[in-house]
């Protein structure tokens, strides 16, 4: 199970990398950016390869392929990003997208709502980001944890 799940991602990613490309000129800080994703808080941390593309100059979506404590987790995501004033290269954004999560034969699903911020480095192809992603397990059980935070470090193109 792992290993389609490690085939999906990749092929994602290069369907993302791939895709038809909004530049800067629309206002979209970057067009795709590609790196590390750590979820953390309550309960374990999962670790993996993320990649975010803006579609439009505030629209993007994110994939993330997650690995830690014996759990696999496939997700994707909408978010709107904002520009913050006077604050050059910040930004916040909010989004929510469906989470597989896969665990010795067991397959579940859960909804990440997130809000955060988002720092590109000005001139250079960096961009880190910190967002409150509570979980919602929907099944096979229910469960809601507000405590889990999302770090991302990525490499823009």
Do not use: C
Not at 18 to 42: C, E, I, M, R, W
Request: proline share 6%; charged share 15%.
């Amino acid at each position: 199970m792992k290993t389609r799940a490690l085939i999906f991602s990749l092929f994602l990613i290069l369907n993302v990398l791939t895709a038809s490309k909004v530049n800067a000129q629309n206002g979209a800080p970057y067009n795709t950016a590609f790196g590390l994703f750590l979820d953390l808080g309550n309960g374990g941390t999962y670790v993996g390869p993320h990649v975010k593309h803006f579609f439009t100059a505030n629209d993007a979506g994110q994939a993330m392929v997650l690995f830690g404590d014996g759990l696999t987790i496939l997700g994707a995501e909408y978010s709107y990003n904002q520009a913050i004033p006077n604050a050059s290269g910040l930004m916040w954004n909010i989004g929510v997208g469906p989470q597989v999560l896969f665990s010795d034969g067991e397959t579940g699903f859960a909804i990440r709502p997130q809000v955060g911020l988002e720092f590109k480095v000005p001139q250079a192809p960096i961009s880190v980001g910190f967002d409150w992603r509570p979980y919602w397990l929907v099944s096979p059980d229910s469960e809601f944890e507000a405590g889990r935070f999302g770090l991302t470090f990525k490499y823009t193109l």
